[in-house]
């Protein structure tokens, strides 16, 4: 089956322009989460979801990122004004409980959306 | 704060030896261990996992130990190959979220 999808992959935005990434969880995931990956870093979370529930949303570093779930299936980050420390790959995850031979919180990536801010 | 990290950034092996990659993890009360390998342009790709109460978990090629006395978390990895090279994390699960560490290179001598 498919895995995580994200779109765009790679995104250049001029300093001060809005963008929006999506995430296309795989099927049937009612987990959700956005993490922020810096060059050469590990990634750091964002924010959480659990269907169209945002539960955490301790890791966004400001009030310009806002991210959300309507239908609890497709999520989509939004940030506002973007700022260059903002330039990060931006990676989406999805889990399930009782997925066969796994761990219920097993978090399975998608391949991320660079965004570059100029 | 808390936090999980690596004792060695970069790994060099040859082909076909073991690999062995090392993590060290603060939060004693974490209950869920992960390891991931990313490739580059790649999103990170789960290997293996462990909870808690396990202190070894065997998998294909790959094998995973912590130690919760010493709070030390290793991925051994056999007969390493060349497309075993990428970065390498771990993290640790603290509520629904994932704590990664910084990453181990691992890189494969043909």
């Known amino acids: 089956g498919a895995g995580v999808s994200q779109s765009p992959r790679y995104k250049v935005a001029k300093r001060g322009q809005d963008v929006a990434l999506r995430c296309d969880p795989i099927s049937g995931h009612v987990s959700l989460f956005w993490y922020q990956q810096a060059l050469g870093q590990g990634p750091e979370f964002l924010t959480y979801f659990q269907n169209e529930a945002q539960l955490d949303k301790s890791g966004l570093p400001s009030d310009r990122f806002f991210a959300e779930r309507p239908e609890g299936s497709v999520s989509t980050l939004k940030i506002q004004r973007t700022q260059q420390e903002d330039s990060a790959v931006y990676l989406c995850?999805?889990?399930?409980?009782?997925?066969?031979?796994?761990?219920?919180?097993?978090?399975?990536f998608g391949p991320g959306t660079r965004l570059t801010v100029l | 704060g808390e936090s999980v990290g690596l004792h060695l950034p970069t790994l060099s092996v040859q082909e076909g030896d073991n690999s062995i990659i090392n993590c060290a993890y603060s939060?004693?009360?974490?209950?869920?261990f992960i390891w991931y390998k990313q490739e580059s342009g790649k999103g990170p790709q789960f290997i293996i996992d462990?909870?808690?109460?396990?202190d070894k978990r065997q998998g294909q090629r790959v094998t995973v130990l912590l130690n919760k006395t010493v709070k030390h978390l290793s991925l051994q990895i056999a007969a390493t190959q060349p497309g075993d090279s990428a970065v390498y994390f771990c993290?640790?699960?603290?509520?629904?979220?994932?704590?990664f560490g910084a990453g181990t290179i691992l890189r494969v001598k043909s």
């Open positions: 462990i909870r808690s109460n396990m």
């Open positions: 995850a999805s889990s399930s409980p009782g997925a066969s031979g796994r761990f219920t919180d097993t978090q399975y």
């Open positions: 993290a640790e699960m603290g509520g629904n979220k994932l704590v």
């Open positions: 939060n004693s009360a974490s209950d869920y």
